[in-house]
C-alpha cells in the first residue's frame, strides 16, 4: 500500500488507486445507505412526505440529510481521533464537545458530496456517437454497439462529477479537523505535513469520489433496466455479449 502520492510512480500506481478507492467506501456506504433508507421512510410516513413537500425538498434534499446523519457521526470519531494525535496519542479524547462540533461541520460536506452521487445513480446513458468503432473492435452488431457506446458518455460525466465534487470537500474536511485539533490542544502541526495531508486527501477524493459516481452510474443503469434512443431493454440484448 502506498499512503501518500509524494511515493507514486509508474511501479506502485494500482496501488496507490486501489488503496484511494478502498479508504472511500468506509464513508460512502453509510451515507448512500442512509440517503436510500430516509427516502424509503419519507414514502411510508405521509406526515413527513408532505411537511417536506411543502418546505420544496425534493428527493435529493432528502438524499443529502439522509446521508449527513451517519457522516456526522462518522467525522466525530476522526475529529476525536485527530485531537488524540495532536495531543501525542492520549487514550482520552481532549475535548469531546468540540470533535461534535467539527463532526457536524465535516458531515455537511460529505451531505454536498452525495448529491452527485444519488443523480449519477438515477440517471440513464448518454448520447448515441461514433457505434461503428465498438462494432468493429468487438465483432458485436451495430444495434448493440450503439447501445454500448450511448452509456459512456453519462457515465464519464458522472464519474468526473463526483471527483469533482469530492476532492475539493476531502481537503476542506481535512483542514478541519486538523484546524480544529490545533485550537482543542495547542499545538501546532508541521507545515509540510499540512500541505501534504490536504493535497492527499485531494488526490484521494477525486479518485474515490470517481469511481463510486461512475459505480453508481452502472449500477443505476442496470438496476433501472435502462437504455437510451431505442429503448431496448438491458434483458434483451443479444446473448453473451456485455455492456
Do not use: C, H, W
Not at 434534499?61 to 457521526?73: I, Q, W
Amino acid at each position: 500500500i502506498v499512503p501518500r502520492v509524494e511515493d507514486v510512480n509508474l511501479g506502485n500506481l494500482s496501488s496507490f488507486v486501489s488503496n484511494s478507492i478502498g479508504e472511500a467506501l468506509p464513508s460512502f456506504i453509510p451515507m448512500l445507505s442512509g440517503a436510500a433508507g430516509l427516502n424509503v421512510a419519507v414514502q411510508l410516513i405521509p406526515p413527513v412526505r408532505y411537511a417536506l413537500a411543502a418546505l420544496r425538498i425534493g428527493k435529493l434534499g432528502v438524499s443529502a440529510l439522509g446521508a449527513y446523519l451517519p457522516s456526522a457521526f462518522i467525522s466525530t470519531g476522526e475529529a476525536a481521533s485527530e485531537q488524540k494525535d495532536m495531543a501525542g496519542g492520549t487514550t482520552s479524547t481532549p475535548d469531546p464537545m468540540q470533535a461534535l462540533f467539527t463532526g457536524l461541520k465535516a458531515g455537511s460536506l460529505d451531505a454536498i458530496t452525495i448529491i452527485p452521487i444519488m443523480k449519477a445513480f438515477s440517471l440513464g446513458g448518454g448520447k448515441v456517437a461514433g457505434p461503428k468503432e465498438i462494432e468493429q473492435v468487438f465483432g458485436v452488431s451495430k444495434d448493440i454497439a450503439k447501445k454500448v457506446i450511448a452509456s459512456v458518455p453519462g457515465i464519464v460525466r458522472s464519474g468526473a462529477t463526483a471527483a469533482v465534487v469530492e476532492a475539493p470537500t476531502e481537503a476542506l474536511q481535512e483542514r478541519l479537523f486538523i484546524k480544529d485539533a490545533e485550537k482543542v490542544t495547542g499545538q501546532k502541526m508541521n507545515q509540510e505535513e499540512y500541505e501534504s495531508r490536504l493535497l492527499n486527501s485531494f488526490v484521494q477524493g477525486a479518485i474515490g469520489g470517481g469511481a463510486i459516481g461512475t459505480g453508481a452510474r452502472i449500477t443505476g443503469n442496470i438496476i433501472g433496466n435502462e437504455t437510451v434512443d431505442e429503448r431496448l431493454k438491458i434483458n434483451d440484448l443479444e446473448e453473451g455479449t456485455v455492456v
